[in-house]
């Protein structure tokens, strides 16, 4: 039953997927034209072709890819904005490369695609372009994501690492301190809903998509439990633990702590009612920040962010994010690729960046950067829990595993199925993939 829901919505998202690829083939070569029309107006730059999301094409557009053409008169980015869910911009990557020659030249890889863009040979080596000394200054878990089978496809440009925001102001206002347990969360949303302060206690990433899936890593650390063992295969989701994890979440829907739109939500959503005043606690990733404490923002200086809460025999789960630049095998611009990857993850361009913009550095000494921790003075216990942060499973077969998932959890958060037959069902799917018993 859900397998057929499945393929015909799988058939109209390819459909949707094909449309979207015919419209961005022609805006890349439509921009090609014109530069071979005027090669003389333009003295035939370069033009590396990058696709991402809309909101961070944004912030690219806003200053640091003016930045990088003043001072490569050259080379031009050309910025593709993209649909705002990694997992279709994932998709667009995808289906160019299978369709033959990529229109793209640089990469933007969310850090769950490498084992997948790099086992299917679509991403130049880069192993030997940089220095031992160079990959030193970046963070561990931020470059070993980018390695596959010992070999660095892509140099991390920012990272991510997933939070609980809180309200402060409500907080010591009802003389509670941070919670650190699950039961903590649920009671101090309680008591401020009751006490009429806020509409909402909790609000996370419930739809069917990656963001879900990130989401979910860091409830499973929380309470003691893990999706698939990288080392040894072995998958947890169908361990107690896991199915408890999701009893909380679903019990945050039953008990009104959290609205029962929820399960349609992606992080914008979820920001929205935050940022409006609507609910005690987010989970989110660091981009939330700055817009939260703009002066505009009715919760501008009332907020504070925390690794997420845990049982007493879990941990704090922070699921590791971030986005990395690679070079695709077909580009025909493999040096200016690399210029443009070279400044882009620069100490200088990522400072202008993240002043700019939010998000989070991948250098280490950022975190620490006098200009940066003035603004976001929770950077440097940021770099801690980035360094402890949870990997979603770095396997070739990442995307299914997380289609699986997303699938059967959202089931189970729909009450589409029981959580013990979701995730039965998700387990062994996920030993198929991996070829592990069952
Ligand atoms: C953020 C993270 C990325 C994650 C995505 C999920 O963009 O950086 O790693 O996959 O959110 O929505």
Redesign the pocket.
């Known amino acids: 039953m859900l397998n057929l829901q499945v393929s015909s919505m799988e058939i109209k998202i390819l459909q949707k997927l094909k449309l979207r690829v015919l419209v961005i083939f022609i805006s890349v070569a439509f921009g090609m034209t014109i530069v071979s029309i005027y090669p003389g107006q333009t003295q035939q730059p370069v033009v590396l072709n990058l696709l991402m999301?809309a909101p961070?094409a944004q912030a690219w557009k806003q200053g640091i890819v003016k930045e990088f053409e003043a001072k490569n008169p050259g080379i031009s980015i050309n910025i593709i904005e993209g649909p705002n869910?990694?997992?279709l911009i994932e998709d667009l990557y995808t289906s160019a490369f299978i369709l033959g020659d990529s229109p793209y030249d640089l990469i933007n890889m969310?850090?769950?695609w490498t084992p997948k863009f790099a086992a299917a040979g679509w991403l130049l080596d880069l192993t030997d372009k940089i220095s031992q000394e160079e990959l030193a200054a970046f963070s561990q878990k931020d470059v070993e994501g980018r390695r596959y089978k010992g070999k660095l496809y892509a140099i991390p440009m920012?990272?991510?690492v997933?939070m609980l925001y809180y309200r402060e102001d409500l907080l010591k206002e009802a003389g509670f301190n941070p919670p650190e347990s699950f039961n903590d969360l649920i009671k101090i949303s309680q008591t401020l809903q009751e006490k009429g302060k806020v509409d909402w206690g909790y609000v996370w990433?419930g739809k069917q998509?990656?963001?879900l899936?990130?989401m979910f890593v860091e409830i499973l650390e929380g309470f003691g439990s893990y999706w698939v063992n990288p080392e040894t295969l072995e998958v947890g989701l169908d361990q107690p633990e896991t199915l408890a994890a999701i009893e909380f979440l679903k019990n945050t829907i039953q008990i009104d702590i959290s609205p029962p739109g929820v399960t349609t939500y992606?992080?914008e959503e979820t920001r929205r009612i935050f940022q409006n005043g609507n609910s005690v606690f987010l989970r989110n990733?660091p981009?939330v920040w700055p817009l939260a404490n703009k002066v505009s923002s009715s919760i501008d200086g009332k907020i504070a962010i925390k690794p997420m809460v845990h049982t007493k025999d879990g941990s704090s789960g922070a699921?590791?994010?971030?986005?990395a630049l690679g070079i695709s095998k077909s580009s025909k611009h493999p040096e200016a690729a690399w210029k443009a990857i070279k400044y882009f993850t620069s100490e200088e361009a990522q400072r202008k960046f993240i002043l700019e913009a939010g998000f989070v550095p991948s250098r280490r000494s950022l975190f620490l950067d006098p200009q940066i921790v003035a603004k976001y003075p929770h950077y440097p216990q940021l770099l801690k829990v980035v360094d402890q942060a949870v990997l979603?499973p770095p396997i070739a077969q990442y995307a299914q595993a997380s289609d699986i998932l997303q699938r059967y959890l959202s089931a189970a958060l729909t009450n589409r199925m029981t959580p013990e037959v979701a995730m039965k069902n998700a387990a062994s799917e996920t030993r198929q993939l991996l070829g592990t018993k069952n």
Request: charged fraction near 25%; include cysteine; proline fraction near 0%.
């Open positions: 999301t961070d869910a990694t997992n969310d850090v769950v920012r990272s991510d997933g990433q998509y990656e963001g899936a990130a992606q992080e990733w981009y699921c590791l994010g971030g986005w979603r």
